[in-house]
């Protein structure tokens, strides 16, 4: 059974930082693409950042130039570094990996809370 397991989450004051990890058990890791979504209360989740097999990487408007996704295919992780955040960066955070063809698999999320 394939699991996507995100940690990192936390409290952080604004203009604060964190990296988000998730470990995939996909025995192919390196020929799927990663996401990361967030899900804040009262909304509908949305698009993070991607990254694709090949690493090409795709960024929401909102979080361009503040995060970078990244992936260490040997270790079958893909993170998420967050800088600058801004307490509407508040939010589930869910890793996704998506393949043509093939079926998609979510984490468990992960909490960001960015409040002083």
């Known amino acids: 059974q394939v699991q996507l397991v995100e940690s990192g989450g936390g409290l952080v004051q604004p203009g604060g930082s964190l990296r988000l990890s998730c470990v995939a058990s996909l025995s192919i890791f390196s020929l799927y693409g990663m996401g990361w979504y967030r899900q804040a209360p009262g909304k509908q989740r949305e698009l993070v950042a991607t990254i694709t097999s090949s690493g090409r990487t795709n960024y929401a408007d909102s979080v361009k130039g503040r995060f970078t996704i990244s992936r260490d295919n040997a270790k079958k992780t893909v993170y998420l570094q967050m800088n600058s955040l801004k307490p509407e960066d508040t939010a589930v955070y869910y890793c996704?990996?998506?393949?043509?063809?093939?079926?998609?698999?979510w984490g468990q999320g992960t909490q960001v809370t960015v409040s002083s």
């Open positions: 996704n990996a998506f393949r043509a063809g093939y079926q998609g698999y």
